[in-house]
C-alpha cells in the first residue's frame, strides 16, 4: 500500500503543479489580450532601428486600435540617498491599455508630456517601495543622474514571466535620449481591435516593415501573442505528461512490492489453501480470492495516494512559490491504475495459488 501510495502521490503532485504553472502562464498572457502584436528589430542588416518620427507610417494600419513605441533599458533610481536599479520604458500614452497598467496614484504620461518632452516618469510600487516614497506624486528622483517628477505610482501587478513588473519606471518615449543615451526604437505594441483582424494586421504590418528594411527579413519580427500562448500550451501539456510519465514509474515498483507480497502471502498460506481446496473450493475461487485482495491494496493505497497528493501539491506549491491546481481526472485515474496495478501485479500469485495440488498443500 505504501508502495501504490507515494506513486499515486506523486502523480498526483506532479500534475497539480503543472497545471498550476500552466495555467498562471496562461493568465498573465491573457491578461495582455491576445489581440496584441509585438513588432521587434533584432538589429541586423543596413537599418538596424525606428526612428520616432517613422512610427506612425509604419504602424498606422487598418484594423489597429492603439500601438504605443517602446526603448527599454536599465537605469539607477536615486531619491535622497537611497538608489535603486530599475528597468524603465520611454513610451506613449497608449502603452498603459495596450500592456494592462493600471495606476494607484496620480497619473499615467500623456501626450502633451511626450510633445514637450517633459521629464515626468510613472513608477512602480516596487521602485517606490525600495526609494522609501511615502508620498510619491509630485516627489523628484533622478534616473541616471537625470532629475524626474514623479506623477503616478502604477498599482501591483506581481511577477510575470519576464520578471518582476512593479520594478519598473515610465518616462515620455521623446525623453528617451536623455535617460538611455538613444532613440532608436527597438519595440513596437500594436493593439488589433478585434482577435479575427490579427492575422490580417499582422501582414500589413510585415509588409510595410519588409519595405522599410529594405527586403531584409532578418532585421525584425511581429510577434502574435496568440502563437506564444499555443506554444506555452503546447510545451506546458508536453512536461506535464513528462512529469507524469517519471511519477507512474512509482507506482510500478509499487506494483512490484504488491506481487512480492501477494507470493510470500501465498507461500505462507499454503496449508488455508488446501484445506479450501479439499473442502470444494476450484481454482477460481482461490484465483478471485487473491485478485481480491490484490486490489484492495491498490484500491485502498490509491485512495490515500490522492488524499496526499491532493494536501501535498498546495505545500509543494507553496514551498516552490508557484500555484498548484490539482485534477479531479488525473486523480481519479490513478486510483483506477492503482486498482489495475493491483490485479496485474497479483495475477501471477493469485494463479500460483488457485494451481496448488490440494493434496501436497496439507502435507505443507
Known amino acids: 500500500m505504501l508502495g501504490i501510495l507515494i506513486g499515486v502521490a506523486s502523480v498526483t503532485i506532479m500534475v497539480a503543479i503543472g497545471n498550476g504553472t500552466s495555467e498562471q502562464v496562461k493568465s498573465q498572457l491573457q491578461g495582455l489580450g491576445t489581440n496584441m502584436l509585438t513588432v521587434n528589430v533584432v538589429g541586423r542588416g ?11 507610417s509604419l504602424a498606422d494600419v487598418d484594423n489597429v486600435e492603439s500601438y504605443a513605441p517602446n526603448i527599454s533599458g536599465n537605469v539607477t533610481a536615486k531619491s535622497g540617498t537611497l538608489t535603486y536599479s530599475a528597468s524603465v520604458n520611454a513610451t506613449t500614452s497608449a502603452f498603459a491599455d495596450i500592456r494592462d497598467y493600471e495606476v494607484a496614484q496620480g497619473r499615467f504620461i500623456m501626450d502633451i508630456d511626450d510633445s514637450f518632452k517633459q521629464k515626468v516618469a510613472v513608477v512602480g510600487s516596487e521602485v517606490a517601495t525600495e526609494l522609501k516614497l511615502s508620498d510619491p506624486v509630485g516627489s523628484k528622483i533622478s534616473l541616471n543622474g537625470i532629475p524626474y517628477k514623479i506623477v503616478g505610482v502604477l498599482a501591483s501587478k506581481g511577477s510575470t514571466t519576464n520578471g518582476s513588473s512593479d520594478n519598473v519606471v515610465i518616462v515620455p518615449l521623446s525623453t528617451a535620449r536623455v535617460v538611455l543615451q538613444t532613440d532608436a526604437i ?17 501582414t500589413a504590418l510585415e509588409s510595410n516593415l519588409k519595405s522599410f528594411f529594405r527586403n531584409d527579413e532578418d532585421s525584425y519580427n511581429v510577434f502574435n501573442q496568440q502563437d506564444l500562448l ?7 501539456t508536453s512536461v506535464s505528461t513528462l512529469l507524469t510519465y517519471v511519477a507512474a514509474i512509482s507506482l510500478l515498483v509499487g506494483g512490484i512490492g504488491v506481487m512480492n507480497m501477494m507470493l ?32 484492495m491494496i491498490g484500491l485502498l493505497g490509491g485512495i490515500a495516494g490522492v488524499a496526499v497528493g491532493a494536501s501535498g501539491s498546495k505545500f509543494v506549491g507553496n514551498m516552490m512559490g508557484s500555484p498548484a491546481s490539482p485534477s479531479v481526472d488525473i486523480m481519479a485515474i490513478a486510483v483506477v491504475f492503482s486498482i489495475g496495478v493491483g490485479v496485474l501485479f497479483g495475477f501471477l500469485p493469485a494463479r500460483r495459488a488457485s494451481r496448488l495440488d490440494p493434496v501436497e498443500a496439507l502435507r505443507q
Do not use: M
Open 264 to 295: 510470500v502471502s501465498v507461500t505462507e498460506r499454503t496449508r488455508e489453501i488446501g484445506i479450501r481446496k479439499s473442502l470444494g473450493a476450484k481454482q477460481r475461487d482461490i484465483l478471485f480470492q487473491f485478485l481480491v485482495e490484490a486490489s
Open 46 to 56: 543596413a537599418v538596424t532601428s525606428i526612428k520616432p518620427t517613422d512610427v506612425q
Open 230 to 236: 499555443e506554444t506555452i500550451t503546447s510545451v506546458s
Open 186 to 202: 527597438r519595440t513596437i505594441y500594436v493593439q488589433v481591435d478585434s482577435e479575427k483582424n490579427v492575422d490580417k494586421v499582422q
